[in-house]
């Protein structure tokens, strides 16, 4: 048995070094990697099972070619000539007719290092089609909110937590998506006695396995951030040194914004007694470095911009920032400077018509100037992923739009394609990784040969290239070439990396050495409370709490209100391919209050509609009061098959969070009856 040191590449922020042992060309079990100082040996429970996702029984396993009513997935096995020739043709005409404009490439990250999920993009680049604004059902609105107080910089180390006191995940569910930072910080709280809060509308695992929970109302974070940064200053906590060196606009803060939230009103916002917000406080202020890991959650509505922001200032005020050990961990992929253009951008028009990530219906359904005729989607699936998933489906339906989907299973997207293509997962490629939730880069090394047909995103690219007429040099290059022109004029220690160390798979840390503490890029070189750039765009340019308007419209005819989060087993329908996990995860269900579930005399295990004027869903109830009452919990992101009918993200808008231009679907307001009803 040979094993080989590999990536995982599942869209996590841990990108845990794994190996993957391997024999008679078989994975037959990945694991850990136990000298990779992180990660440490252990993967989650997810990715232990990847040998199942890589000989998984529904793997795709040549091209398919459309024969039934798009939506249907009923196809017939083709050649990738034939296939390849086919796309090239179809786009060919349609940029004779319409120009590129009238293509768009859909590219994203599933599965994919840098190189499978930058050349994608580079070809549609290089056509000069329309292009994705992508990452905006994921992470643009906590981006934005970041560069807004700290400009684009990486965040904590999250391996700093051996200096911290106190560690507050906030809005972050760790032991599901973050668990090697999670395994660090338990493990000191063992050691040093370390204490761990979690601030979460739900009992979720970390809460449960937190000091302390405080079950926040949904949408009030920025109120709470704001409470305790009063009591902070109400105390003389406030690191008033700190703020005087490396921040901006504190002033105004503290005389315009910090009297409106004094601890009784942010009781009545959050929910959360006076008693609490008082003892969290001094918690807080009297640790000597408490660290916020602070969770994408609370930037999945319509103020998900200006929550983050608010709690990102809040170790500014405290002087956290300035502490090993303290200070906001959220992202450090902004500190890792590669030459990413090398890839993605390799010519063609620096700027052109964009779609943004979340609208795909609006754009299929009402782009014009050209209208979208073709559409290339990878390592995404909107069908599922996307809000307003009712409008994504009616513009797929579209007979005039000639869809291409590449996968490494037949998803609910690819069942509207004309053309579906087997993808490779990372354990049949070569690929360069960053980790985008630590300062750790690795080469990761093939596993297996691709199985079946299937060939990897940066093949098809490539091959696609080759028959539009594209001469860009990284298109004929291979992975381990194109991962040196990534380093072609990196800097920092991103740029320590040479192709040797590399190419052994060696794990090459990326840290920075931090003397004061948090580094701030923002135009003044501080941590910005008052931000011009966002007065400059129209927004509030200082951090404050307004209530959601999207609650004033749509709470009187709807009650509850969804409140989403990955599932342990199943987040997204990445993984719906392993038969294990899906058993382990359970039906698709909601989760209710026993209160609500009362009042509406529905009991645990029944089939329910979950409803607004957007759609209605049917899953499985679960009534527990893990969620607080007029909350509905819906974990995952399913596919329909396996629910009672249909899937989640068919209740949600596709209306924009306040920045980043993010999808906003906590704000998503809903009624439960019994299944029945609706039949
Ligand atoms: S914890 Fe994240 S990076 Fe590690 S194996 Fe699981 S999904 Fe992959």
Redesign the pocket.
């Known amino acids: 048995m040979q094993s080989i040191r590999v ?10 070094s ?1 190996l993957a042992h391997v024999e008679d060309g078989k994975v037959v079990r ?1 694991q ?1 990697d136990p000298d990779h100082p992180f ?1 440490a040996g ?7 099972r ?1 040998a199942e996702l890589v000989h998984s029984p529904e793997r795709l396993t040549t091209p398919l070619r459309r024969t039934g009513a798009k939506g249907r997935g009923e196809f017939k096995p083709i050649g990738w000539d034939e296939a390849l020739d086919e796309i090239a043709t179809r786009w060919k005409a349609i940029i004779a007719e319409e120009g590129p404009l009238a293509i768009l490439g859909y590219a994203y990250s599933a599965h994919q290092g840098l190189i499978n999920r930058g050349l994608p993009s580079g070809l549609f680049h290089a056509l000069g089609t329309s292009r994705l604004q992508a990452g905006t059902v994921c992470d643009t609105c906590c981006e934005e909110a970041w560069n807004a107080v700290a400009g684009p910089v990486g965040s904590a180390d999250p391996e700093s937590v051996v200096h911290s006191d106190l560690v507050i995940s906030w809005g972050a569910d760790l032991v599901a ?4 930072f999670w395994a660090m910080a338990e493990q000191e709280r063992k050691k040093r006695g370390l204490k761990i809060v979690c601030i979460d509308p739900r009992r979720s695992r970390t809460a449960q396995g937190a000091d302390w929970h405080l079950p926040i109302r949904i949408g009030t974070d920025a109120a709470l951030a704001l409470g305790l940064m009063h009591i902070l200053v109400r105390d003389g906590k406030a690191d008033r040194d700190y703020l005087a060196r490396r921040t901006l606009g504190f002033d105004k803060v503290e005389s315009s914004v910090l009297p409106r939230f004094a601890p009784a009103r942010v009781a009545e916002i959050t929910g959360i007694p006076v008693v609490d917000i008082e003892r969290l406080a001094a918690m807080y202020g009297n640790a000597k470095a408490a660290l916020l890991r602070l969770g994408e959650g609370m930037t999945r509505l319509t103020h998900g911009g200006q929550a983050l922001r608010t709690v990102a200032l809040l170790p500014g005020v405290s002087g956290h920032y300035a502490k090993p050990g303290g200070g906001a961990l959220l992202m450090t992929a902004a500190s890792c400077d590669l030459n990413y253009a090398a890839v993605r951008r390799p010519s063609g028009p620096a700027t052109t018509r964009m779609v943004n990530h979340l609208r795909l219906g609006e754009a299929l359904l009402s782009m014009s100037g050209p209208r979208l005729r073709a559409l290339y989607v990878s390592a995404n699936n909107p069908a599922i992923t996307c809000p307003d998933v009712g409008k994504v489906r009616r513009g797929l339906a579209r007979e005039d739009l000639f869809t291409v989907v590449h996968d490494p299973f037949m998803t609910a997207t690819a069942r509207y394609a004309d053309i579906v293509l087997p993808s490779t997962t990372y354990l049949e490629t070569e690929d360069l990784f960053r ?1 985008y939730g630590a300062y750790w880069m690795q080469w990761g090394q093939r596993a297996v040969a691709p199985q079946g047909e299937a060939r990897s995103n940066a093949d098809v690219a490539r091959a696609l290239a080759k028959r539009m007429g594209l001469t860009d040099a990284v298109f004929s290059k291979s992975e381990r070439e194109i991962a040196q022109m990534l380093f072609v004029g990196a800097t920092g220690p991103a740029s320590r990396a040479t192709p040797e160390r590399l190419f052994a798979a060696e794990h090459i840390s990326i840290a920075h050495d931090r003397p004061d503490g948090q580094p701030f890029s923002t135009p003044s070189g501080k941590l910005e409370f008052d931000s011009q750039t966002l007065r400059d765009q129209g927004l509030p340019s200082l951090p404050d709490w307004t209530p959601d308007p999207v609650e004033a419209e749509e709470a009187p005819r709807y009650p509850l209100r969804l409140l989403t989060a990955p599932g342990y087993f199943q987040p997204h329908t990445a993984f719906s391919g392993v038969g294990f996990l899906r058993k382990r995860e359970g039906a698709p269900i909601a989760i209710l209050h026993p209160e609500d579930a009362r009042a509406r005399r529905l009991t645990d295990g029944d089939r329910v509609r979950l409803y607004n004027d957007r759609g209605s869903v049917g899953l499985v109830l679960k009534v527990s009061d893990e969620v607080q009452p007029g909350v509905v919990l819906v974990p995952g992101q399913r596919p329909d098959e396996e629910a009672v009918s249909g899937t989640v993200n068919m209740l949600c808008s596709d209306r924009y969070t306040d920045l980043g231009e993010g999808a906003t679907y906590q704000s998503t307001w809903l009624e439960i009856a019994p299944w029945q009803a609706a039949a």
């Open positions: 990536v995982c590449a599942h869209d996590c922020p841990d990108m845990c794994l990945v850990g990660t252990f993967a989650c429970a997810k990715v232990n990847d998506t973050n668990v090697h980790a």
